[in-house]
Each structure stands twice: as C-alpha cells, then as structure tokens.
C-alpha cells in the first residue's frame, strides 16, 4: 500500500446497495478466509483488524489484540486519518472494489464527465440519424417492424436508448454490420427466410427455393448467426436471392 505523504480522512462506500448496517468480516476464519497473497513472501498472509495493533496483518501482531467490527451505516463507513491501521486493512481487504470501494471524488467526476460526454454524443448522433437509418437501428434494437411504427415514435424510442445506453448505441451505430443484420430482419419480416424446429433452424422461404440454409448453434442469437453467413463465400448468393425476393413482395 502506498503511504500518503500526508495522512487523510478517508470515505468508503458499498458498491450495490446501502443498508442501514452492513458489517464485513474484520478477522480471517475457517468461514471467510480472510488473506491477502504477499508476493514478495509467496504467502497468503491473514489479515486482522485490531484497535491496538499497529498492522493490519496477523503475523505482525502480538498475542493480545481487541477485535473491533468494521460496520458500514447508510452503506457509507468514515475512517479519519488517525486510523490508518483500519485504512490499511480495508486497502487490503479481498472485499475492496467488488463488495465496497473507497470514494474518490476526482475519478468520480472523471467517470461522469466521460459518461455526460458519450450521452452527448449518441444523443446528437441519433437526432441526425436518416429515416432509412433509424429503421435499421430500430430492427435490430427493439426487434420489431418499424412499419408498425410512426417516425415520432421511432425517434423518441432510439433517443431514449442513445440515452440510456450511450456507449452501447455508439457502438452500434458504428458497426459496419448494423446494415445487413438489419436487412436480416427484414427477410424475416418479409417472410422470405423462417424459423423451424424451435428456432434451431432458418429454411429459405423465396419462390425458388424451400432449402435450409443454416443449424442455430445453442444460445446463439439467431438474427446474428444468420448475418454471418451471408458475409461467406457461399452467404454472398442466399444475400443476392433474398434482396430479389424481398423487393418481389
């Protein structure tokens, strides 16, 4: 742990939820073993929280120490720099950045001012979106037929998203299979490929042909399985045929 040239008062928080009291385990048992692996020693070394200890280490301490429970309130725990045994043993602790992590106003403000910035940017990329494009984005987002839909709607719909989600609608905007993996729902719209067996296959449902065109692998997402066959060497005439079809209909 890096020792700070001046000490400080110091805030932890618990990361999903803020109960009135929530407390961790402060000494390593058969229960929760509570170690931290030193590589310097290749060991895993206990950890202990004693008030009249000077480390937080079992090995460091002497025979009499007085176990004190760490207890978060209001999912918030204040430890003043004239404890620095306790920031030490919670630096430490295999809980810290998965249970409760220490506040940091700085990468705090860092971490949404970043998140303000990308929702900035995916709302002024969806404003300016095509009619055409916002189709495509909202096949593939909602998976349902934008015909259904009014352009007011499908407008509010991909801003709430963009919104909400503003790294993921970048990149989605972004990739350069939106287009197809849209028109692959069109085909499915339009009734020119089909589902059978469960779902597990997609046959070909044009005029000229009534084949299978491929197995679903198990927890695969079909609309994307299929969107990758068409960009095969064999896909490249199933694309070409089912284009025709659709514009048939």
Known sequence: MKKNATPVDKVYKLIHSSPLSFTIPSRSTRRFPLLYFDEDSNTNRP???A???KSPFEDEQDGNPLIEPVIFEDGML???KNNPVLQQFLYYHPMMNTVFAEVNHEKD???EVQFLNEEVDAL???RSLTIDQLENVSRVLFGKDPAVVST?????DVLIYAKQDPRGFLNLINDPMLKLESNVRKYFDGKVLAFRNGNKEVWFNTPSSKKKMINIPFGSDPYVE???????????DALKLLDKSLEMI
């Open 226 to 236: 299929v969107t990758l066959y068409l960009q095969t060497d064999e896909g490249i």
């Open 152 to 156: 007011a709607e499908l407008k509010r």
């Open 124 to 126: 002024i990329e969806a």
């Open 109 to 111: 403000a860092q971490s």
């Open 51 to 53: 008030i009249n200890q």
């Open 78 to 80: 204040r430890v003043p």
């Open 47 to 49: 950890l202990r929280y």
